[in-house]
């Protein structure tokens, strides 16, 4: 029991860490980099008190060295799923009972751990397994991860701290209960931060978790359940399995217990998810929350007003930091004709100093797409391209998966704007864009908001401030994130929450206290300290007729 209102220290957004040659940060990381690399770990599941070793061992390979085994992982089958589901029942009312001072200092000390002594092993790992630069690693793997774990412990005592008005001789009170039964955290490959979040932010607010990752996130994600473990989170609180999507939902969406899915990936499953809940709907002991964030077809918007090089950087940035397998990374641009000569010359040119490779080589920009399945799918939409006289790639357009999944950052003008890579999501480093002309700038905001169906991040770039107030407006549904003169990626805790809408997710904001809220089932208490005695009210008391009454 809380003796104290107490205020958790005041969340800074972690500084990023810059890695210059001869700096102390880069040599550390290098070493743990070639360290792991020359391991090859046994990844077990995390059931409540167990660790579970199946057997069934799955490699571990590089993406950018597919031929290089860094560890094997147990994979488990519908039984691993239902012992973690009980797990997390039983350890439920211990943990949902805690002071939330408690549970909030588990997390604030796992953040601590990341900033410190975790760091270069949960940068290396995600570099390793995911194919991430140093400086893509950092400010996901350790900053943003950092960032949640501290913002979300400020933001959940903002929630504990929103309480009704009191009349005289009554205390109104509003309590956040955790939900009741266990949530399914199921998380993606791109980002370690995110694969961590899913299930720590429901866990932050008195729930207990089932956690499947991307089994290529699988090596980092060993890593985010050694921190949770080393900051003393409890046993069943956060249990971690890897087993087959569909095997797992066959006992997860059939059990009685489930309150709610926290979800990032792709709009398919999520649609395939929402339908299986609502066909066992009359299961469930409550209405589960469905929290996700999905697809998208992010858009850079130029106006004729812009200034080329911008929005020449913002391109080369937004569409293949991470080889394009952000979220929010830039997969159409919109270019208009009176600066686009200007704006390609400056592209080719950065994308001509592109390095790509293994990422313990600093110098590389680019590394690996996830996997074969990617990197097929990538391969296929650009061999389609070189073959279409209505489109031209005027960068990249080369592929190479003999040591690593390796595509080459390519950019393809497409004279219609409905081409077909102008609207479909391909997630990985490969831009299209539609040079309009400069004066059909309005209808050009038209085509953009009509040609997805996703609503996740766009941008738009001009000085002319009429244009961006267009803008701003026309496109008002076409982007979860909005930004104005700057890249479409790079969202910040606490600064740009992030989510969209439309075919792009439930749009409930990580990074706000607006995600942790759907964590909670608030109780309304009133006390009345002198209740009535008598059940007449004043209007039924006798009395004289007013006068003038007949």
Not at 22 to 27: A, F, H, L, Q
Not at 363 to 370: R, Y
Not at 373 to 384: E, G, Q, T
Not at 454 to 460: F, S
Request: proline share 6%.
């Amino acid at each position: 029991m809380s003796n104290g209102f107490f205020n958790v220290p005041i969340p800074v957004n972690e500084p990023v860490k810059g890695y210059a040659p001869g700096s102390k940060e880069r040599e550390e990381l290098l070493n743990t980099y070639k360290a792991l690399r020359e391991q090859q770990l046994d990844i077990p599941m995390y059931i409540g008190s167990e660790e579970v070793r199946t057997g069934n061992l799955m490699p571990i390979t590089p993406p950018h060295d597919h031929k290089r085994v860094i560890g094997n992982y147990h994979y488990g089958d519908a039984s691993h799923v239902t012992q973690a589901i009980e797990a997390a029942l039983s350890a439920r009312e211990q943990w949902a009972n805690m002071p939330w001072e408690s549970r909030a200092a588990i997390f604030l000390k796992a953040a601590d751990l990341l900033a410190g002594p975790f760091r270069a092993r949960m940068n290396a790992a995600t570099m390793l397994g995911q194919s991430k630069n140093a400086y893509q690693a950092e400010i996901d793997a350790a900053c943003e991860l950092i960032d949640f774990l501290r913002f979300n412990a400020k933001f959940m005592t903002d929630i504990y701290k929103m309480q009704p008005e009191s009349l005289p001789g009554m205390w109104n009170r509003l309590e956040h209960r955790p939900l009741e039964g266990f949530v399914f955290a199921l998380t993606p490959f791109n980002f370690t931060s995110i694969a961590a979040n899913l299930p720590a932010a429901p866990a932050m607010m008195g729930n207990v978790v089932v956690w499947k990752p991307a089994n290529t996130q699988v090596y980092s994600a060993n890593v985010i359940m050694e921190l949770f473990k080393a900051a003393g989170l409890p046993d069943g609180v956060i249990n971690l399995v890897y087993v087959d999507g569909p095997e797992a939902g066959e006992v997860i969406f059939r059990h009685r217990q489930f309150a709610g899915i926290h979800f990032t990936g792709s709009t398919g499953v999520f649609n395939h998810i929402w339908k299986t809940i609502g066909e066992h709907i009359n299961t469930y002991r409550g209405y589960p929350r469905i929290v996700g964030e999905t697809g998208g077809k992010d858009f850079i918007v130029a106006h004729k007003s812009a200034n080329a090089k911008e929005v020449a950087t913002a391109i080369t940035r937004g569409a293949f930091e991470y080889q394009g397998q952000k979220c929010s990374a830039a997969s159409r641009a919109y270019i208009p004709s009176n600066i686009w000569d200007e704006v390609k010359a400056h592209v080719v040119e950065d994308l001509k100093s592109f390095k790509m490779g293994d990422p313990e080589d600093f110098g590389n920009f680019i590394n690996a797409v996830i996997d074969e399945k990617s990197f097929d799918k990538l391969a296929r939409y650009i061999d389609a391209a070189k073959k279409d006289d209505s489109v031209e790639i005027i960068a990249g357009g080369n592929h190479d998966k003999r040591v690593g999944y390796f595509i080459e950052p390519t950019i393809i003008v497409a004279q219609d704007p409905q081409y077909v890579t102008m609207c479909e999501e391909l997630f990985g480093p490969v831009l299209t864009l539609h040079v309009y002309d400069a004066e059909k700038f309005e209808e050009t905001l038209q085509i953009v908001d009509e040609t997805s169906p996703y609503g996740l991040t766009g941008a738009i770039f001009a000085n002319d401030r009429y244009a961006i107030e267009l803008a701003t407006k026309k496109l008002t549904h076409s982007a979860g994130n909005f930004y104005i003169n700057d890249k479409p990626t790079g969202a910040v805790v606490g600064q740009q929450p992030f989510g969209g809408s439309r075919s792009s997710g439930t749009n409930d904001k990580a990074g706000s206290m607006l995600n942790l809220l759907r964590w909670t089932s608030a109780r309304t208490i009133k006390e009345t300290f002198v209740p009535p005695v008598d059940y007449r009210y004043p209007f039924l008391q006798s009395g004289s007729p007013a006068e003038g009454a007949i």
